[in-house]
């Protein structure tokens, strides 16, 4: 694989991530809360025209509603996620030929099939 390539991947690793850690942060700042949409914000004026243009209230699928339902999971989620991310970093990786992921080069599952036979 090429240096190109490893970096067009990288790149898009780093991207997704940050977009994924970023949007609380962002749906936060314009007035998205989890705990609903903070009022004076760009978020309440955009549900204010949202409400108007459809006869009073917000419809549901639209992008206000979206935006408001994300800034309600990304909490979570992002949370969750992170988390996640972290765990993994520690998650010992089987070696290869190994199948019991002890960590060690042997397959100790023969081992334990040899012990059951004896009893």
């Known amino acids: 694989m090429s240096l190109g390539k490893v970096a067009a991947i990288a ?3 780093v991207g997704a991530v940050g977009a994924v850690a970023l ?7 314009i007035g998205f809360t989890s705990a ?10 955009m549900m204010s025209s949202a409400a108007i243009a459809n006869g009073g209230s917000v419809a ?7 935006l408001q339902s994300a800034a309600v ?3 979570g989620a992002g ?9 993994s970093l520690f998650k ?5 030929g190994d199948n019991d992921d002890d960590g060690d080069d042997g397959d100790d ?11």
């Open 60 to 66: 549901a699928g639209s992008v206000v509603a979206v």
């Open 79 to 87: 949370v969750g996620a992170a988390v996640g991310w972290v765990t």
């Open 11 to 13: 790149g898009g690793t």
């Open 109 to 119: 599952d023969e081992q334990v099939l040899k012990n059951k036979n004896k009893e």
């Open 36 to 45: 609903g949409v903070a009022a004076g914000s760009f978020a309440a004026s």
């Open 23 to 29: 949007a609380p942060v962002v749906l936060t700042s």
């Open 73 to 75: 999971a990304s909490v």
């Open 92 to 96: 010992k990786k089987p070696k290869h």
